[in-house]
């Protein structure tokens, strides 16, 4: 189903530039080449049924990713960022004997038991004379129900977890992206996000391919380069984390209009600071629409778009995707209420690789999947989120979400983005702690910002500690890494 996708954009515009980078651009006719040429790779180098896919955002990694798809392999992209010893485990979890990647990556591959073909290696030109001479491969004809990609949620712990998407779940959720999105063939990409990420993968990688458009991608985020090609290639949609658009705003040599020609800027992957969203359109004069989803659900779940937007809200549900909000005992709420988030409908992913239990636990028999995010959905169909289950604190008995107070920080004008942890409290079991980025060139200090949070909070949510930091520890997108925040406390 996937590499129908491709066929059909190679169909619609040959010529078009599907993806380029600094050292490589490919026409949709190219591209689709190219895939069929790393199919065969595939074919004769493993019989294994995955894949490994070890690159960065690029212009090889859609034509490893269908040529993978082509050969009716299951993709699974590889996180580079982490240790050997983490990415050993999931090699070994997904049962990978061959891995395409790059030289850059050499040493971390060779720490691996799967074979590593280096895609500087393959005599590309004589191998596309080849293909063409003997014609396309014919591709794979997997049921939709098949797993297309597998995709690892976690690598930092003991027993890493993959998500088995598959083409029917991948292809839903960009039909019903496109739509809310309001994106067409005409737009410019711009991919800055990790392809093994989701966020990344669906939207700068697949979607651009179901509507034959253009990306352009930057394997390694660079504010100034992001700047750089948004003016240079006038791009038109870009999807990035907050933390991203965070350090965009710091840039001080980006001018006022270096985003005019931003069609729409979709903020996912973590809670969007209303100073980030505040701060972008006043500088360069463009509203930041939110996007939620999870590697579960392929990914979205909500989105705003041009022409449907709601202060405070994620955004409207995709049309082919349902959402309950469920209370404690599992009982769905009407309208407005506040809850667990479920969701079902065919993006929602197959299960967890090889673990039929964890499954069982967040996805039941009728298909609905527990988020473990607290949220509400409005009478029209919109989202907002407002905490995650697992994030909850209870402080003296009363439950406290890290959001609230996380929003009320990030409200004050020197506050750029605040991430709030639960720690022991002797008297109430436990208290918030709030780690703060402060806003370029405004100075603020802890006392100030606990008076500020107790003119606006109830006494026991209001921070016992407050750290104030230039930087914090993030993943591959940008996103605040709380379970490493606690180690920063002395």
Not at 129 to 136: E, F, N
Not at 291 to 307: D, N, R
Not at 416 to 442: C, H, M, N, T, Y
Not at 474 to 485: D, F, S
């Amino acid at each position: 189903m996937l590499v129908q996708a491709l066929l059909d954009a190679k169909r619609r515009f040959p010529g078009r530039c599907a993806v380029s980078d600094a050292s490589l651009a490919l026409s949709y006719r190219r591209l689709t080449q190219i895939a069929g040429v790393f199919c065969r790779v595939i074919q004769r180098s493993t019989e294994s049924e995955r894949v490994g896919l070890m690159l960065p955002a690029s212009s090889a990694f859609p034509a490893a990713l269908f040529g993978t798809l082509w050969a009716g392999r299951v993709a699974v992209p590889l996180n580079f960022l982490l240790s050997p010893v983490e990415l050993a485990r999931i090699v070994a979890d997904a049962g990978l004997d061959l891995i395409l990647t790059v030289r850059p990556f050499q040493e971390l591959v060779a720490s691996v038991p799967a074979r590593a073909v280096f895609l500087e290696d393959l005599p590309l030109k004589r191998m596309l004379v080849r293909s063409m001479i003997l014609g396309s491969p014919k591709p794979a004809s997997p049921p939709p129900d098949a797993t297309a990609v597998l995709l690892y949620t976690s690598g930092t712990s003991a027993e890493p977890k993959g998500v088995e998407l598959t083409h029917r779940n991948l292809q839903s959720n960009c039909a019903g992206a496109i739509e809310t999105l309001e994106v067409d063939p005409r737009q410019t990409f711009l991919n800055i996000l990790p392809p093994f990420h989701v966020f990344g993968l669906t939207g700068n990688v697949l979607i651009p391919v179901f509507l034959g458009a253009s990306v352009t991608a930057i394997p390694r985020f660079n504010p100034l380069a992001v700047t750089g090609a948004v003016m240079e290639k006038k791009i038109s949609v870009l999807m990035a984390i907050p933390s991203m658009y965070a350090a965009i705003l710091r840039l001080k040599s980006a001018p006022e209009d270096a985003f005019r020609s931003i069609y729409i800027a979709v903020s996912g992957g973590e809670a969007l600071p209303d100073s980030v969203r505040d701060g972008f359109q006043k500088r360069f004069g463009v509203l930041l629409r939110q996007g939620y989803g999870l590697t579960e659900t392929s990914p979205v779940v909500a989105a705003s778009s041009p022409s449907h937007y709601r202060e405070g809200m994620v955004g409207r549900v995709l049309r082919n995707v349902e959402v309950r909000i469920v209370d404690t005992g599992g009982n769905a709420l009407a309208a407005g209420g506040e809850g667990v988030i479920h969701v079902r409908g065919p993006s929602v992913m197959k299960g967890y690789f090889h673990k039929p239990e964890e499954t069982r636990r967040v996805l039941d028999s009728n298909g609905w999947f527990d988020t473990g995010d607290i949220g509400r959905v409005d009478a029209d169909g919109f989202l907002a989120i407002t905490g995650r289950a697992k994030e909850m604190l209870i402080i003296g008995g009363e439950n406290v979400f890290p959001r609230e107070i996380e929003a009320v920080l990030e409200s004050h004008e020197g506050v750029l983005q605040a991430a709030v942890i639960g720690i022991s409290d002797s008297l109430r079991g436990e208290a918030a702690a709030a780690f703060v980025i402060p806003q370029k060139g405004i100075s603020v200090s802890e006392e100030e910002l606990c008076n500020f949070a107790r003119r606006k909070l109830a006494s026991f949510k209001v921070p016992r500690r407050i750290e104030i930091r230039e930087d914090l520890p993030t993943g591959p997108t940008g996103k605040i890494l709380k379970r490493k925040l606690r180690d920063l406390l002395s």
